[in-house]
């Protein structure tokens, strides 16, 4: 029989490699669709609205997924996540015209939905540093967007478009049956979880918290998606040199290297520093970053890019830390749901805002928009330190030994 901790490091082994896989999966199409031009003569713009029902699910069922998880099966619920989104890929692989395609992609969204509200609310449950998992388990999510349009253009070229559907499709399907095979039922575990806090906050602290992390999802996950959508452009306008697209493809993942590396810094740190505090730290790191981002042109400008993309990718990790601090493991899978949901329906709305504002002046206008995100953010932040100080303050105080 395997250890305890070995049952542990495999589950958060599974979870991990769910993170890599939901943000993979949810970026194929986006490949596949330059393919479909040519094969159905139908425009990008028009083709690649098929996708939008999918994007759409992938924020809003992530309310009933954490539902679902906290009153039935978190376990079972992360098997219907492999199984169902790689039942989804065969669908779309096999899809002999465009409304099944569409309808497919739809149900991709719905079970890739499961993974946010319910793995981080696993991975927290079996995490024994949390701050260290949370970071890695983060930089695999990056990874997985990182090579999903690369993956998809190899199998698409050396094969067809369905076969970038179907290969992943099979692999998630494995990886669900393993997934039940080795990691077992917790079904006995509904209704008996922690229904206290690691740290409690009064009732009104707590309803303030909660009020204010509702904004604070909503403008970083408009943040987040708008920079990381913008970020090629940016750099290819504002260096201010006549590069290569290489050179712009190059110097925006280098970029984005630099929020991953933030990320397992940021692990690092929260296991030192109280998260709340830390939290405001690392957004007043991305203010500072975004202003500079927003005056700055040549290689300033890259620097200043990726200071802004370390402090975004490391308020992702620390931000969830500060959610699973002062909510109790028993609804945490329905606090990441509301979460989740609000930064990804919020974040739909970053490829229009780019549209609009690019068109009303330029990337200047982009960034001040980003900036002024941020100082909302900011504010909000800083009121969760305010709220959560004395309680923590306290909480200092009652572990320290006696003299």
């Known amino acids: 029989m395997p250890t305890a901790s070995a049952a542990r490091r495999r589950a958060i082994g599974f979870l991990n490699w769910a993170h890599a896989l939901d943000h993979f999966v949810i970026l194929i199409f986006p490949t596949v669709v330059i393919g479909l031009e040519a094969v159905y003569g139908r ?22 997924a954490g539902w679902l998880a906290d009153r039935w099966s978190r376990r079972n619920m992360m098997a219907t996540f492999y199984v169902g989104c790689g039942l989804s890929l065969a669908a779309a692989g096999l899809a002999p015209n465009l409304i099944v395609l569409a309808a497919a992609l739809f149900a991709l969204g719905v079970f890739a939905a ?24 983060g930089v695999c999510g990056n990874i997985g967007a990182a090579l999903a349009a690369g993956i998809t253009a190899a199998l698409a070229s050396w094969f067809d478009w ?62 987040f998606n708008t920079i990381s959508i913008a970020l090629p452009k940016i750099v290819d306008e504002r260096l201010g040199q006549s590069v290569s697209l290489l050179a712009v493809g190059s110097l925006t993942t280098a970029v984005f290297l630099c929020g991953a590396l933030a990320q397992i810094a940021i692990g690092r740190l929260v296991e030192r520093i109280t998260p709340a505090y830390l939290f405001a730290v690392v957004v007043a790191l991305q203010l500072a970053g975004i202003t500079w981002s927003a005056h700055a042109s040549g290689p300033a400008l890259v620097v200043a ?12 990790t620390v931000g969830d ?27 739909g709305a970053a490829v229009s805002a780019i549209a609009v504002l690019h068109r009303m002046g330029g990337f200047d206008l982009v960034l001040l928009s980003i900036l002024a995100l941020t100082v909302v953010t900011f504010i909000g932040v800083t ?4 709220l959560v100080s004395g309680v923590e ?11």
């Open 162 to 223: 369905r076969a970038a559907f179907m290969a992943p499709a099979l692999l998630c399907v494995v990886t669900g049956i393993a997934y039940l095979a080795l990691v077992p039922d917790d079904r006995h575990k509904t209704g008996k979880r922690d229904t206290v806090a690691d740290v409690a906050l009064p009732a009104r602290a707590m309803a303030a918290f909660f009020a204010i992390y509702i904004v604070i999802s909503v403008t970083s996950g408009l943040t």
């Open 43 to 64: 425009p990008y713009s028009e083709l690649i609205a098929l996708g939008t029902a999918s994007f759409v699910a992938f924020g809003v069922f992530s309310i009933p």
């Open 114 to 137: 499961i993974y946010h509200p319910v793995g981080m609310a696993m991975l927290i449950e079996a995490a024994e540093t949390r701050g260290r998992t949370l970071a890695f388990n």
């Open 393 to 403: 303050g306290r909480r200092g105080e009652a572990v320290q030994p006696a003299e």
């Open 305 to 316: 890019l990726a200071v802004s993309m370390a402090a975004i990718y490391a308020q992702v």
């Open 321 to 347: 830390l500060v959610m699973a601090r002062y909510t109790a493991d028993a609804w945490r899978a329905r606090v990441f749901a509301v979460r989740y949901f609000l930064t990804f329906v919020a974040s």
């Open 383 to 386: 009121g969760i330190t305010f």
